[in-house]
C-alpha cells in the first residue's frame, strides 16, 4: 500500500528504489526481492478492471513511474448541447482526459481500500528483546554458540587464540561453564545431537583436513566421525533427523566451498548443490522442522545473496542481496533471524517467509557475527571486536618493531609514497577515514572522511611522483576509483558500471590508472585516462582480481588459480601461493624478490621471500599477529616490512530472550 502510495503522489515523476526504501520503509534495509515483491503485487491491482487503470513502467538502472491509463474512445457522458470542436481545438482530447483520470483514481482509491484491507489482515510478526539473561564474557575468546534443544545449556568454543580453543557447555540460566573437550587441536562449531545427549563439533590442526569429531554430553569420550577432504576447518550442524550431519567441504583445492551431507549410518557424502558454479556457499543454518536450509552464495566479486532451499524438493530461492550475513531460525520454522553490518550500521533482524517483510529487532554498537536459537524465543549472539594498528619490522632479527598506530585502532589497509610517507585507511573513535603518517612523525593526521564499509579493505595507492592517491571504492549500486592530491583534494572519480572493482596500480606517467573490475561476465583489467575519467579502456587480461606494478611489470592473482603471476604478456607463476580470497593481497614484489605470507593465525604466520627471476623460497621473519585484510608492504628506503598487526581481539556471546507480538 506504501509504494502504491508513494508512486501516486509523485504525479508522473519517476520514484527511485532509494525513495521507496525511504519512505515505505523507513530507511530500513531492504532487497531487492521485497521492492520487486511491492511493485509487484502494486501492477496485479491494476487489472482489477476490465482494462487497467493503470500502470508501472520500470527505468531502468533508476526506479518506477506510475502512469494512469489512456483511452482511444470517450466514455458515455450526456452532455446538454453539441460542442464545435473547430471552435474550441483540442477540447475533446482533454475532456477525455479529466474522465480517464477520473475512472482511474476512482480504480486507484479501491485498490488502496483493497490493499489496505489485507494488510489489516496480514500484519508483520513483531519481534522485540525482552531481556538479556546472562552474558558470556571474560578475557577468553567466546565464539560459536550453539543452544541445547531444551534451551537449558549452551555449547560453545573459548580460547586465548583461535588456535587451541576446547568447547564449554553452560547453563542458560547461570553458573559455572564446564569443559567438554581436552585434546591438541583448536575445537570449533559445536552441533547439539536432537535429544541432547551428543554433540558434534569440528577439530582442526594446521596442514590437516578437519576432524569431524563427536563427544556425549555432558561428559564421556570423544572419536571421529569423518573429516574433510580439503580445508583446515569448516561448519558442521546436525541434522534434525539425527541422522545426518551438514557441513562445508570442498572437492579439492581449485573447487568452491559447498554444503555437504554426512549420512552418520554410511559416511556416504552429498553436494547439497552441483559443483560447478563460480561460487562459494558459506555461513548455513537448518530449519527445527528440517524442510529447509537457509545459506550464502558468495560470488567472486565478493557479494553475497541469502538463499533458502527445499531440502525435499531441491528448490532454491534468493530471499536477499547485500549484508545479511549469520542466519538463525525461530522454532516454528516460520522466521528466520539475520544479522547485518551496513557500514557500520550493526543490526539484528527478523524474516517471517510468509510477508518477506524484514523487521529490525534491536541495534548493536558491536558487530554481530553467529547467531544460534533455542525455544521459547531464546537466541544467541556472538559479539566482536578487534584492533590492529600499523607494524614496521625490521629484517634484523636484533630489531624491535615499531607500532606506527598506538590505542585501539583498527589499521586495514595502507600505501607508501616515494618519500616515505604513509596513508592508512583506519576506524579510530568509531569513524573511518584516511590518514596520512609522515616519515619520522610521531602521530597520523586525518587526510579525509571515508564511508566505513565501502573503504574497509582498499589500499590507497600513491602516484610515482607523490602527490596524488587513488583508492577503490564501492557503494551500494556503484563503484569506481576516487583520486585525491597529498592534501585531500579531489582531482578525479572514475567511475565503473560493474559490480566492484579492486585496488588500482598507476601508469609510469603517472596520468591513467589500470585497475581489475567485476561484472557479470568476470574480472577484467580496465585502463582510464585522469583527464577523461569516464572513458574507460578494456584490456584484454582477464580473470585478474588484484595486481601490482614494479619496474614496468605487471603481476597478479587470478580468480580461479593459485599463485602470483607476471600477467604483462604471457603469464608466468611466480610462486604458488595459497588460494583463497584471504591471501589475494597478502604478498609484495620488490626490486628482485616477492614476499608473501604462508600459515595460521597465532602461531605459524609466517612471511617468505623468493627471488622473481626463480629459485627457492626462504623464511624472512615469523609473523603470527598478521592480519589478512591489512595488507603487506616493503619500504623501499629502508628494506622494513611493513603489515596490520592484531593487537587485540574480544569475542564475547549474549544470550537473548525474544518475544512475538
Same mark, same amino acid.
Given at each position: 500500500?506504501?509504494?502504491?502510495?508513494?508512486?501516486?503522489?509523485?504525479?508522473?515523476?519517476?520514484?527511485?528504489?532509494?525513495?521507496?526504501?525511504?519512505?515505505?520503509?523507513?530507511?530500513?534495509?531492504?532487497?531487492?526481492?521485497?521492492?520487486?515483491?511491492?511493485?509487484?503485487?502494486?501492477?496485479?491491482?491494476?487489472?482489477?478492471?476490465?482494462?487497467?487503470?493503470?500502470?508501472?513502467?520500470?527505468?531502468?538502472?533508476?526506479?518506477?513511474?506510475?502512469?494512469?491509463?489512456?483511452?482511444?474512445? %470517450?466514455?458515455?457522458?450526456?452532455?446538454?448541447?453539441?460542442?464545435?470542436?473547430?471552435?474550441?481545438?483540442?477540447?475533446?482530447?482533454?475532456?477525455?482526459?479529466?474522465?480517464?483520470?477520473?475512472?482511474?483514481?476512482?480504480?486507484?482509491? %479501491?485498490?488502496?481500500?483493497?490493499?489496505?484491507?489485507?494488510?489489516?489482515?496480514? =500484519?508483520?510478526?513483531?519481534?522485540?528483546?525482552?531481556?538479556?539473561?546472562?552474558?558470556?564474557?571474560?578475557?577468553?575468546?567466546?565464539?560459536?554458540?550453539?543452544?541445547?534443544?531444551?534451551?537449558?545449556?549452551?555449547?560453545?568454543?573459548?580460547?586465548?587464540?583461535?588456535?587451541?580453543?576446547?568447547?564449554?557447555? #553452560?547453563?542458560?540460566?547461570?553458573?559455572?561453564?564446564?569443559?567438554?573437550?581436552?585434546?591438541?587441536?583448536?575445537?570449533?562449531?559445536?552441533?547439539?545431537?536432537?535429544?541432547?545427549?551428543?554433540?558434534?563439533?569440528?577439530?582442526?590442526?594446521?596442514?590437516?583436513?578437519?576432524?569431524?569429531?563427536?563427544?556425549?554430553?555432558?561428559?564421556?569420550? %570423544?572419536?571421529?566421525?569423518?573429516?574433510?577432504?580439503?580445508?583446515?576447518?569448516?561448519?558442521?550442524?546436525?541434522?534434525?533427523?539425527?541422522?545426518?550431519?551438514?557441513?562445508?567441504?570442498?572437492?579439492?583445492?581449485?573447487?568452491?566451498?559447498?554444503?555437504?551431507?554426512?549420512?552418520?549410518?554410511?559416511?556416504?557424502?552429498?553436494?547439497?548443490?552441483?559443483?560447478?558454479?563460480?561460487?562459494?556457499?558459506?555461513?548455513?543454518?537448518?530449519?527445527?522442522?528440517?524442510?529447509?536450509?537457509?545459506?550464502?552464495?558468495?560470488?567472486?566479486?565478493?557479494?553475497?545473496?541469502?538463499?533458502?532451499?527445499?531440502?525435499?524438493?531441491?528448490?532454491?530461492?534468493?530471499?536477499?542481496?547485500? $549484508?545479511?550475513?549469520?542466519?538463525?531460525?525461530?522454532?516454528?520454522?516460520?522466521?528466520?533471524?539475520?544479522?547485518?553490518?551496513?557500514?557500520?550500521?550493526?543490526?539484528?533482524?527478523?524474516?517471517?517467509?510468509?510477508?518477506?517483510?524484514?523487521?529490525?529487532?534491536?541495534?548493536?554498537?558491536?558487530?554481530?557475527?553467529?547467531?544460534?536459537?533455542? =525455544?521459547?524465543?531464546?537466541?544467541?549472539?556472538?559479539?566482536?571486536?578487534?584492533?590492529?594498528?600499523?607494524?614496521?619490522?625490521?629484517?634484523?632479527?636484533?630489531?624491535?618493531?615499531?607500532?606506527?598506530?598506538?590505542?585501539?585502532?583498527?589499521?586495514?589497509?595502507?600505501?607508501?609514497?616515494?618519500?616515505?610517507?604513509?596513508?592508512?585507511?583506519?576506524?579510530?573513535?568509531?569513524?573511518?577515514?584516511?590518514?596520512?603518517?609522515? #616519515?619520522?612523525?610521531?602521530?597520523?593526521?586525518?587526510?579525509?572522511?571515508?564511508?566505513?564499509?565501502?573503504?574497509?579493505?582498499?589500499?590507497?595507492?600513491?602516484?610515482?611522483?607523490?602527490?596524488?592517491?587513488?583508492?577503490?571504492?564501492?557503494?551500494?549500486?556503484?563503484?569506481?576509483?576516487?583520486?585525491?592530491?597529498?592534501?585531500?583534494?579531489?582531482?578525479?572519480?572514475? =567511475?565503473?558500471?560493474?559490480?566492484?572493482?579492486?585496488?588500482?596500480?598507476? $601508469?609510469?606517467?603517472?596520468?591513467?590508472?589500470?585497475?581489475?573490475?567485476?561484472?557479470?561476465?568476470?574480472?577484467?583489467?580496465?585502463?582510464?585516462?585522469?583527464? #577523461?575519467?569516464?572513458?574507460?579502456? =578494456?584490456?584484454?587480461? #582477464?580473470?585478474?582480481?588484484?595486481?601490482?606494478?614494479?619496474?614496468?611489470?605487471?603481476?597478479?592473482?587470478?580468480?580461479?588459480?593459485?599463485?602470483?603471476?607476471?600477467?604483462?604478456?604471457?603469464?608466468?607463476?611466480?610462486?604458488?601461493?595459497?588460494?583463497?580470497?584471504?591471501?589475494?593481497?597478502?604478498?609484495?614484489?620488490?626490486?628482485?624478490?616477492?614476499?608473501?605470507?604462508?600459515?595460521?593465525?597465532?602461531?605459524?604466520?609466517?612471511?617468505? $621471500?623468493?627471488?622473481?627471476?626463480?629459485?627457492?623460497?626462504?623464511?624472512?621473519?615469523?609473523?603470527?599477529?598478521?592480519?589478512?585484510?591489512?595488507?603487506?608492504?616493503?619500504?623501499?628506503?629502508?628494506?622494513?616490512?611493513?603489515?596490520?598487526?592484531?593487537?587485540?581481539?574480544?569475542?564475547?556471546?549474549?544470550?537473548?530472550?525474544?518475544?512475538?507480538?
Amino acid at each position: 500500500m506504501q509504494v502504491l502510495v508513494a508512486l501516486t503522489r509523485a504525479a508522473d515523476r519517476v520514484v527511485s528504489r532509494d525513495d521507496l526504501i525511504r519512505d515505505c520503509w523507513s530507511g530500513r534495509i531492504v532487497g531487492d526481492d521485497a521492492i520487486n515483491g511491492a511493485v509487484a503485487k502494486v501492477r496485479r491491482l491494476a487489472h482489477l478492471t476490465q482494462e487497467a487503470a493503470f500502470k508501472i513502467e520500470t527505468i531502468p538502472r533508476v526506479g518506477y513511474r506510475l502512469r494512469i491509463a489512456e483511452v482511444t474512445e %470517450a466514455p458515455p457522458v450526456t452532455e446538454p448541447a453539441p460542442i464545435n470542436e473547430a471552435v474550441l481545438p483540442g477540447r475533446p482530447l482533454f475532456r477525455r482526459r479529466v474522465l480517464t483520470i477520473g475512472a482511474g483514481l476512482t480504480v486507484l482509491a %479501491a485498490s488502496l481500500l483493497l490493499v489496505g484491507r489485507w494488510w489489516t489482515r496480514s =500484519p508483520p510478526p513483531l519481534w522485540s528483546v525482552e531481556r538479556v539473561e546472562v552474558s558470556i564474557a571474560g578475557p577468553l575468546i567466546q565464539r560459536w554458540p550453539s543452544i541445547s534443544p531444551d534451551g537449558k545449556m549452551i555449547a560453545y568454543s573459548a580460547g586465548p587464540d583461535i588456535t587451541s580453543r576446547k568447547l564449554y557447555l #553452560k547453563p542458560i540460566a547461570g553458573g559455572e561453564p564446564l569443559r567438554l573437550t581436552d585434546d591438541a587441536y583448536d575445537d570449533t562449531s559445536p552441533t547439539w545431537a536432537p535429544d541432547g545427549s551428543q554433540i558434534a563439533y569440528v577439530a582442526r590442526k594446521q596442514g590437516e583436513p578437519c576432524r569431524l569429531m563427536v563427544t556425549a554430553v555432558p561428559a564421556g569420550p %570423544a572419536h571421529q566421525l569423518g573429516s574433510c577432504l580439503l580445508p583446515e576447518t569448516t561448519q558442521i550442524v546436525w541434522a534434525r533427523s539425527g541422522t545426518a550431519l551438514y557441513f562445508l567441504d570442498q572437492r579439492d583445492a581449485k573447487s568452491r566451498q559447498r554444503v555437504t551431507r554426512f549420512d552418520l549410518a554410511t559416511g556416504r557424502r552429498e553436494n547439497l548443490t552441483p559443483l560447478d558454479g563460480d561460487y562459494d556457499e558459506e555461513e548455513f543454518s537448518l530449519s527445527p522442522d528440517g524442510h529447509w536450509i537457509s545459506f550464502l552464495r558468495a560470488d567472486t566479486g565478493g557479494h553475497g545473496h541469502l538463499l533458502l532451499r527445499d531440502l525435499r524438493t531441491g528448490e532454491e530461492r534468493v530471499l536477499l542481496n547485500g $549484508t545479511y550475513v549469520n542466519t538463525a531460525w525461530a522454532q516454528d520454522s516460520r522466521t528466520i533471524f539475520m544479522d547485518s553490518d551496513d557500514q557500520g550500521d550493526f543490526a539484528l533482524w527478523a524474516y517471517p517467509l510468509e510477508t518477506g517483510a524484514l523487521v529490525r529487532i534491536l541495534s548493536s554498537p558491536e558487530r554481530m557475527l553467529r547467531l544460534s536459537s533455542g =525455544p521459547n524465543g531464546v537466541l544467541a549472539v556472538e559479539l566482536g571486536k578487534r584492533y590492529a594498528t600499523l607494524v614496521q619490522r625490521p629484517t634484523a632479527d636484533n630489531q624491535a618493531p615499531q607500532m606506527l598506530s598506538p590505542g585501539r585502532v583498527m589499521d586495514l589497509a595502507f600505501g607508501i609514497s616515494p618519500n616515505g610517507t604513509i596513508a592508512i585507511v583506519s576506524e579510530r573513535e568509531g569513524a573511518m577515514g584516511l590518514w596520512l603518517l609522515q #616519515k619520522g612523525a610521531s602521530a597520523a593526521h586525518k587526510l579525509i572522511d571515508l564511508p566505513l564499509a565501502s573503504a574497509r579493505f582498499y589500499e590507497p595507492r600513491w602516484s610515482p611522483d607523490g602527490s596524488k592517491i587513488a583508492l577503490g571504492t564501492t557503494a551500494p549500486g556503484t563503484a569506481g576509483i576516487r583520486v585525491i592530491t597529498a592534501l585531500g583534494a579531489d582531482v578525479a572519480y572514475i =567511475p565503473f558500471d560493474g559490480i566492484t572493482v579492486d585496488d588500482p596500480i598507476w $601508469t609510469e606517467q603517472g596520468d591513467a590508472l589500470i585497475f581489475p573490475g567485476y561484472k557479470e561476465n568476470g574480472w577484467q583489467l580496465w585502463r582510464a585516462e585522469l583527464s #577523461k575519467p569516464s572513458l574507460l579502456q =578494456p584490456l584484454p587480461q #582477464k580473470g585478474w582480481v588484484a595486481i601490482q606494478a614494479r619496474g614496468g611489470a605487471l603481476y597478479g592473482t587470478h580468480d580461479d588459480q593459485p599463485g602470483v603471476w607476471r600477467i604483462d604478456g604471457t603469464p608466468r607463476r611466480i610462486t604458488a601461493i595459497s588460494y583463497g580470497e584471504d591471501w589475494r593481497h597478502c604478498w609484495s614484489v620488490t626490486d628482485d624478490n616477492i614476499d608473501y605470507v604462508v600459515g595460521l593465525p597465532g602461531v605459524s604466520r609466517q612471511i617468505l $621471500t623468493q627471488p622473481l627471476a626463480g629459485g627457492p623460497s626462504h623464511l624472512l621473519m615469523n609473523v603470527p599477529d598478521y592480519l589478512m585484510e591489512g595488507g603487506m608492504a616493503i619500504d623501499a628506503q629502508s628494506g622494513a616490512v611493513l603489515y596490520s598487526a592484531l593487537q587485540s581481539q574480544e569475542n564475547d556471546i549474549e544470550i537473548l530472550h525474544l518475544a512475538r507480538h
